[in-house]
């Protein structure tokens, strides 16, 4: 998983870590839970969504996952635009 494309938003984000160490260890419904917490505490984690989205693929969750990493997508692109 990859835990620097925004790195301010991880820092003080413990369900982001949570999700990072869960999904390390491949327990991917629990990564799953704590992603979602992540997203409901920092809504605009870029990371975060294409983190979700790694964990749904490994679940099998496709629609999900491609939800994930357009959202992820979109995040990125309004960022880049300033």
């Known amino acids: 998983m990859a835990?620097?494309?925004d790195p301010q938003f991880q820092e003080g984000d413990e369900f982001f870590q949570q999700g990072l160490a869960l999904s390390k260890q491949g327990r991917w419904k629990e990564a799953l839970n704590a992603y979602k917490e992540?997203?409901?505490v920092n809504p605009g984690n870029i990371q975060?969504?294409?983190?979700l989205g790694l964990v749904?693929?490994?679940l099998g969750y496709d629609r999900e996952a491609q939800e994930a990493f357009g959202t992820a997508s979109r995040l990125q692109d309004r960022s880049c635009v300033r």
Do not use: A, H, K, P
């Not at 975060?48 to 983190?51: K, V």
């Open 56 to 58: 749904y693929y490994e």
């Open 3 to 5: 835990s620097d494309l």
């Open 38 to 40: 992540s997203l409901r």
């Open 48 to 51: 975060t969504y294409f983190n």
